[in-house]
């Protein structure tokens, strides 16, 4: 059984939209919750106008005025009173299925997470904005009406497929722990986060989304990895896929990048001054420059992991000549079973930055 999973910083983001959709006929939003998986539910809807709920366990419908997500809140607070957006339903008994209606004509935004769905129907609400259905046992998800769409999480479910081809509006895309074997983006130009991790993509086809500044497609079957048409890629983990080849030349935004656990035999920077962190961990690298990582005058890169790779001893320390060097920062660098390791000992400092040789993992503080 999965427990309530509920992603409050994804979900202010997604109240924070302001597209503003036509008003249509009242629609019916359906959810079916499981049977024997919780006594309680809660939902959290925003939008404007009435709106209607029928839990689907006999009771009288309910009826409510929905307030539209104020922004000010968020902004001044962080965290905004969730509460005002909020609907529960305690049930008699957590034994029956439940079909769970709900009928607005101007629904914005939604939030059925961790409630047991293993359906769920959207497709009549044209007005829907944003929609966090993470953490159910959805087996299949059509968006393809919901041409509105801002924002998707859809984590956490066992989805083998997903056609986002409609949601052409589409920002933000959160699918990662389903079953998926493709994914389509290529009409989702718009597409400024892409988390995809822990599922089954032997490819992503990245060439129309030269809007993406994160990406996190790590834990795949990827061999190949193209971002030449994503330059705006500042969070970059593509871990513990097939890769062999991996060029970043033109993503000089990048500020942090975790391509651990793959095949690569050459890593190529330049120009590349905001980078902070960076793991390559286990790959087959002979050689790394990091000269022109970090500007003359502003210097933030301060944790490497090249451990587990075949440099050797001349290729440590002309790495070590190569990287920038900062008063202000803690700099480190974990080279471990490395050909050349064997010279350095563990815990000296060398041109500022600080030597890791033994089985330690040089974590990100991004993550």
């Not at 005002?84 to 008994?93: I, L």
Request: charged content about 20%.
């Amino acid at each position: 059984m999965k427990k309530y999973v509920f992603f409050l910083a994804l979900t202010v983001s997604a109240f924070s939209c302001n597209k503003e959709p036509v008003l249509t006929e009242p629609m019916v939003i359906t959810l079916i919750c499981e049977p024997g998986f919780a006594e309680e539910i809660t939902i959290f809807i925003c939008g404007t106008g009435a709106v209607t709920i029928d839990w689907g366990d006999g009771s009288e419908n309910e009826k409510y005025i929905l307030k539209p997500f104020d922004i000010e809140d968020a902004t001044t607070s962080l965290i905004p009173n969730f509460d005002e957006y909020r609907y529960d339903r305690a049930f008699s008994t957590a034994s029956t299925s439940y079909a769970v209606k709900i009928e607005g004509e101007n629904i914005k935004h939604l939030i059925c997470a961790g409630i047991g769905l293993t359906d769920i129907d959207i497709s009549p609400n044209n007005t829907l904005i944003s929609l966090n259905c993470a953490a159910n046992d959805l087996t299949a998800l059509d968006i393809s009406q919901n041409i509105a769409l801002n924002e998707l999480n859809c984590s956490n479910n066992l989805l083998s497929k997903l056609d986002v081809s409609g949601a052409t509006d589409l920002r933000r895309l959160y699918c990662h722990y389903n079953q998926l074997e493709a994914l389509d983006v290529s009409k989702n130009t718009t597409l400024g986060i892409l988390i995809c991790y822990y599922n089954c993509l032997s490819m992503l086809d990245l060439s129309n989304n030269n809007t993406l500044f994160m990406l996190r497609c790590n834990d795949n079957q990827l061999t190949t990895l193209d971002l030449g048409n994503t330059a705006t890629i500042q969070y970059l983990w593509c871990e513990n896929n097939q890769l062999t080849t991996l060029d970043v030349s033109l993503n000089v935004d990048l500020s942090s990048l975790d391509c651990r656990n793959n095949q690569l035999t050459e890593l190529k920077f330049d120009r590349h001054r905001y980078l902070v962190y960076m793991n390559c961990n286990n790959n087959k690298l002979e050689s790394l420059d990091m000269t022109n990582v970090s500007s003359p005058i502003f210097v933030w890169f301060s944790s490497l992991d090249c451990a587990s790779n075949k440099l050797t001893e001349e290729a440590i320390y002309n790495l070590l000549e190569t990287l920038p060097y900062s008063s202000e920062l803690k700099q480190s660098i974990n080279i471990h079973g490395n050909p050349g390791a064997d010279a350095f000992i563990h815990g000296d400092v060398i041109n500022g930055w600080t030597i890791h040789n033994v089985i330690y993992i040089v974590e990100s503080s991004i993550k």
